[in-house]
Antibody, heavy 120, light 112 residues
Framework: QVQLVQSGAEVKKPGASVKVSCKAS????????MHWVRQAPGQGLEWMGW????????NYAQKFQGWVTMTRDTSISTAYMELSRLRSDDTAVYYC?????????????WGQGTLVTVSS | QSALTQPASVSGSPGQSITISCTGT?????????VSWYQQHPGKAPKLMIY???KRPSGVSNRFSGSKSGNTASLTISGLQAEDEADYYC????????????FGGGTKLTVL
């Protein structure tokens, strides 16, 4: 079945970087855009951007431009999201989510989430 | 891009119907039939419940329905069940200026 499995929880110090992985299985990885969404503790969902796994092309939400980098490794069907210059308010669960039909902007399935804690 | 506006909480008794609203602008909700709804139980990933305004994915109960009028989309849950208690988020395409999406702030549904 279609599945997205993310890497484990991370604890980082302020100013550091974190790289979260999202391994896809059960479908053709290069055929579907991958989005990243984060959720701070007790807060709502926040869209970060997407990557086209076929071309490597990316589109980031304005808030995250210059700060987030999305990449992929097609040989292992894995997408990555790297966030740099971490601050305490970047503490959140980070999700990858597959865009089911390109241009329709709805997501199914989602990864299980990766908790990133930023603390000194 | 501002978040879509949802009520913070709604509640209903088992068997009743509730509606959650999601208000955007003419640049997002009002311009595209690309609103989706997600259910999230505590500690779990969001789950797609409605896409493209009113379409239901395979496996989602027909008690869930979606609609839109102007800049406001709505999710209706009929025949409330205890397992429906969760957070619900709307999401809309935000237009060609962003090529991305915007989420609502989320609504906590309590089944009394």
């Amino acid at each position: 079945q279609v599945q997205l499995v993310q890497s484990g929880a991370e604890v980082k110090k302020p100013g550091a970087s974190v790289k979260v992985s999202c391994k896809a299985s059960g479908y053709t990885f290069t055929g579907y855009y991958m989005h990243w969404v984060r959720q701070a503790p007790g807060q709502g969902l926040e869209w970060m951007g997407w990557i086209n796994p076929n071309s490597g092309g990316t589109n980031y939400a304005q808030k995250f431009q210059g700060w987030v980098t999305m990449t992929r490794d097609t040989s292992i069907s894995t997408a990555y999201m790297e966030l740099s210059r971490l601050r305490s308010d970047d503490t959140a669960v980070y999700y990858c989510a597959r865009e089911r039909i390109r241009g329709r902007n709805w997501f199914d399935p989602w990864g299980q989430g990766t908790l990133v804690t930023v603390s000194s | 891009q501002s978040a879509l506006t949802q009520p913070a909480s709604v509640s209903g008794s088992p068997g009743q119907s509730i509606t959650i609203s999601c208000t955007g602008t003419s640049s997002d909700v009002g311009s595209y039939n690309l609103v989706s709804w997600y259910q999230q139980h505590p500690g779990k990933a969001p789950k797609l419940m409605i896409y493209e305004g009113s379409k239901r994915p395979s496996g989602v109960s027909n008690r869930f329905s979606g609609s839109k009028s102007g800049n406001t989309a709505s999710l209706t849950i009929s025949g409330l069940q205890a397992e429906d208690e969760a957070d619900y988020y709307c999401c809309s395409y935000a237009g060609s200026s962003t090529l991305g999406v915007v989420f609502g702030g989320g609504t906590k549904l309590t089944v009394l």
